[in-house]
């Protein structure tokens, strides 16, 4: 069965770091891509970024691009989202999602991880 | 990069069908049968219903159905149940930017 498990909720301050981890399971996770979604409160979703694990190919959404860093370790079949410093309007469910029946749609999602950047 | 546009609202009777639409350009939905549709249920994580325009994956009941005309995808669920009630987002290839992946802003379902 394939499987996503995300992180735990996480509280953090205004400039804090976090990193943020999505681990898979019952499929190949070097072969598909994973992807980062943002969901603001009460707002739609956004895509932030994929990865292929398999060579670390990593794109952005220019939305995006220098506010987090996307990253996996094929040895615990783990991607990673994180922040070096973090905002208040960082605060957002994310979501990891990968694809592995077709290439651009997302037939397995992680349970999402709450982040809540606040002073 | 735009997000594709969705209608902000729909509804419908149980047993009534609706549709619900996804315009973008020529660059996504218009030259790509790239789109997919998600469903989202409050609290939960997106589910895939459509893929490749017209694709259900293996679970997705029959009455889920989409199509493409042009620049506009649409996702048609007939025989309306109470559970269809939630948000759905499209999405789709794009070629317009570095990042070839673009949602529509989602569309909230209410079964009257």
């Known amino acids: 069965e394939v499987q996503l498990v995300q992180s735990g909720a996480e509280v953090k301050k205004p400039g804090e770091s976090l990193k943020i981890s999505c681990k898979g399971s019952?499929?190949?996770?070097?072969?598909?891509?994973i992807g980062w979604v943002r969901q603001m409160p009460g707002k739609g979703l956004e895509w932030m970024g994929i990865?292929?694990?398999?060579?670390?190919?990593?794109r952005y959404n220019p939305s995006f691009q220098g506010q987090v860093t996307i990253s996996a370790d094929k040895s615990s079949s783990t991607a990673y989202l994180q922040w070096s410093s973090l905002k208040a309007s960082d605060t957002a469910m994310y979501y990891c999602?990968?694809?592995?029946?077709?290439?651009?749609?997302?037939?397995?999602w992680g349970q999402g991880t709450l982040v809540t950047v606040s002073s | 990069q735009s997000a594709l546009t969705q209608p902000a609202s729909v509804s419908g009777s149980p047993g009534q069908s609706i549709t619900i639409s996804c315009t973008g350009t020529?660059?996504?939905?218009?030259?790509?049968?790239?789109v997919s549709w998600y469903q989202q249920h409050p609290g939960k994580a997106p589910k895939l219903m459509i893929y490749?325009?017209?694709t259900r994956p293996s679970g997705v009941p029959y009455r889920f159905s989409g199509s493409k005309s042009g620049n506009t995808a649409s996702l048609t669920i007939s025989g309306l149940q109470a559970e269809d009630e939630a948000d759905y987002y499209c999405?789709?290839?794009?070629?317009?930017?570095?990042?070839?992946?673009?949602f529509g802003g989602g569309t909230k379902l209410t079964v009257l």
């Open positions: 999602a990968t694809s592995t029946t077709t290439v651009t749609a997302c037939d397995y």
């Open positions: 019952g499929y190949s996770f070097t072969t598909y891509w």
């Open positions: 990865i292929y694990p398999g060579d670390s190919d990593t």
């Open positions: 020529s660059s996504d939905v218009g030259n790509y049968n790239f």
């Open positions: 490749e325009v017209s």
């Open positions: 999405t789709s290839y794009t070629s317009s930017t570095t990042f070839n992946l673009v």
